[in-house]
């Protein structure tokens, strides 16, 4: 599982240099990169913090999640 991580990690920072400009001198084909991907890397982004709070809270918070009835009566 950690190499799973290690993988996912080097990914999202290969995806980030290319849409901070990466520094390779072409600042045309960066700023065109980030206004096209711009909206899409948001929306992952966020997708992948909420989905990293909704698997802090599962973990935190035990209990049936196929239990519709929360009450202890």
């Known amino acids: 599982m950690e190499h799973r991580s290690t993988k996912c990690g080097a990914t999202l920072a290969a995806v980030f240099a290319l849409a901070c400009g990466g520094g390779c001198g072409v600042s045309d084909l960066s ?29 935190l918070e035990p209990g049936d999640p196929t239990d519709t009835d929360n009450s202890a009566g």
């Open 31 to 59: 700023a065109e990169f980030r206004a096209a991907a711009g909206g899409q890397l948001q929306t992952g982004v966020t997708a992948l913090l909420n989905g990293l709070v909704d698997g802090a809270f599962a973990v």
